[in-house]
């Protein structure tokens, strides 16, 4: 029989649901900079810069393709966001063509052939502070330059130049500085100038407004585009570079830079309900991570819990929790470990996984397996997502590792290179600065690629492209990109709103939540606590950096350009 309700409990219903959506509008409007972001009819480029995302849409408008658009976009982001964006560094491209055909590409650097297993301990064994983060030892060999190639040589409508020339034009132009490049200028201008010498282009205090230009690595761009990618493995440039580090004190060989080759592979492909999301496969922990963790939740009606509710927070983290201790402990370089993929993403063994798991009571990091060694992940990356008029997407992440890569700047050939080799363990079983353990797996060899966190993404639903995304932030690249896709999907939001919202992130250990500042309420975190969680406001005060596109239900295209950084969408 139905409980008879009474008219005064309905008005009181009614009230309560009025206060609590009118809370709820509070909040979202508190939390979230903006309802929507750029809409765009037919293509759109997200990036950190303005000026890169311009640059991209500009070449789809010119007939170019959403690949060709990769290749301008990467360029001008090592123009315009040194920070991240580079020739010098490396990154992985995930792609969904129009037909629906999707792949990836690895142009991930290399250890170079000199590279050891323990090149950063001293003779007790123990691990010398920055030899793999600052200066010529910590250089990988960059992938962009063959990465930008390959992907022109399979894909690419128009021809090199139109898709250079913007950048080099841009270089010799100059950027004005932001507010926010000025306070990352001034925050590593000492250890630039310590690595680099004074003579540096980044030995000078840049005002807001200023415009630096580029002309060094106009030149090189110049170079790169008159004699092809061998300028920078085997040329003139690589000659500069090879003699450059040598001076100061690195081991990549010309031989190294000639051997380099990038790798199509295939990417992890797995089902979240309705969704078919396509990841980065390794040497990207990426796409197995994020498997791992949503294949975990997905059992459970995470819509009814709640945006940023304590269940929800603790459904995440446990499953974070399990995919990151696995994680540290198998993923590598597929060449040159035996990665059990399909165990790790089976579905048998992931709901064992979380039988452990209960609402009541945190699940401790030293009851879940796998420990003792240790790896360090920058925070700085950055990602650009693009959708051209075809209808074809492609999902990039590069990298130079830490904030200005290795703080070493060639001022002759205009870049800064990578510190790449830190995203190796130096030696398992220390914990390092980020606190990420790691193990054999990634150990260093000669030419072996170091493990990544970069996930570009693709979602597609009913077999049609639903949104792209990715992020800077090194293990927290993984967990953002999970919370984005979630938000989108499991709340509605729009996609600013999505790349907006606010983020908390676990990675085994250290056995925190680590969570935005002054963004989570205060009761939500209490009942945490409560329950055995820690909760760490102040290790993270930016957990990722999201540049995605959300294909609205009018086939319209959806920026989020997240407001952490100077991210712009741009479209037409
Ligand atoms: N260097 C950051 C990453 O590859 O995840």
């Known amino acids: 029989m139905k409980p008879k309700v009474h008219e005064h409990q309905k008005t009181n219903f009614k009230g309560v649901s009025k206060k609590i959506f009118l809370l709820f509008l509070l909040i979202s409007v508190t939390v979230y900079s903006q309802q929507k972001g750029l809409v765009a009819e037919k293509a759109m480029v997200v990036s950190a810069r303005e ?6 849409v500009d070449i789809i408008k010119k007939g170019g393709n959403a690949f060709d658009a990769m290749v301008a976009t990467q360029l001008a982001l090592a123009v315009a966001y040194p920070y991240a964006g580079n020739i010098s560094g490396g990154g992985f491209m995930v792609y969904r063509k129009a037909n629906g055909d999707v792949g990836s590409l690895d142009f991930r650097e290399k250890a ?3 590279a050891s297993k323990n090149m950063y301990q001293d003779k007790n064994g123990n691990v010398i502070p920055q030899l793999s983060t600052n200066g010529a030892l910590s250089v990988g060999i960059p992938g962009s330059v063959a990465g930008i190639f390959e992907v022109h040589k399979k894909f690419g409508k128009l021809p090199l130049a139109a898709l250079f020339q913007p950048s080099i034009d841009l270089a010799e132009k100059g950027i004005v500085v932001t507010e926010k490049e000025k306070a990352k200028l001034d925050e590593y201008r000492a250890v630039i100038v310590k690595i680099s010498g004074d003579k540096t282009l980044y030995n000078k205090t840049f005002q807001v407004g200023d415009t630096i230009k580029y002309l060094a690595l106009a030149n090189t761009l110049k170079e790169i585009l008159k004699n092809g990618k061998d300028e920078f493995y085997k040329g003139n440039t690589a000659k500069k570079l090879v003699s450059f580090l040598k001076q100061k004190g690195g081991i990549i060989t010309l031989k190294d830079l000639a051997d380099y080759k990038v790798v199509w592979r295939k990417p992890i492909i797995f089902r979240y309900k309705e969704l078919n999301i396509i990841s980065m496969a390794p040497p990207s922990s990426g796409g197995i991570t994020l498997a791992q963790i949503m294949k975990m939740i997905e059992p459970y009606d995470v819509s009814k819990f709640g945006y940023n509710s304590p269940h929800y927070i603790q459904l995440l983290v446990e499953a974070e929790r399990r995919a990151y201790a696995d994680r540290n402990y198998f993923l590598g370089d597929p060449d040159f470990v035996k990665i059990p993929q399909k165990q790790l993403l089976n579905d048998t063994y992931l709901k064992d996984r979380m039988k452990s798991f209960s609402f009541d009571k945190a699940t401790s990091s030293a009851d879940v397996s796998h420990g003792n060694v240790s790896v360090y992940e920058s925070m700085e990356t950055t990602h650009y997502s693009i959708v051209d008029s075809e209808g074809n997407a492609v999902a990039v992440t590069t990298t130079v590792n830490d904030a200005y890569g290795s703080k070493l700047y060639c001022d002759e050939l205009g870049f800064f290179l990578n510190d790449q080799m830190d995203d190796f363990s130096s030696k398992p079983g ?7 353990v790691g193990a054999e797996a990634n150990s260093i060899a000669p030419k072996k690629r170091m493990l990544s966190s970069m996930t570009p993404t693709i979602v597609e639903k009913n077999g049609q492209l639903l949104m792209l995304l990715g992020s800077p932030g ?12 979630l938000n989108v999907y499991e709340f509605k939001m729009t996609m600013q709103q999505a790349v907006d919202a606010p983020r908390f992130h676990n990675q085994w250990l250290p056995d925190d939540i680590m969570v935005e500042p002054n963004k989570f309420d205060k009761t939500t975190l209490e009942n945490l606590m409560s329950k055995g969680y820690n909760i760490n406001e102040k290790f993270a005060p930016v957990l990722g950096k999201v540049d995605a596109i959300l294909v609205q239900p ?6 989020g350009a997240d407001f952490r950084g100077d991210d712009k969408a741009a479209g037409f």
Do not use: C, W
């Open 51 to 56: 000026e890169a995302s311009k640059i991209g």
């Open 474 to 485: 090194g293990s927290t690249i993984i967990t953002s990109v999970l919370q984005t896709i």
């Open 112 to 114: 170079p052939q000199k």
């Open 430 to 436: 220390v914990p390092n600065l980020y606190g990420l």
């Open 554 to 559: 009018d086939r319209k295209l959806e920026g």
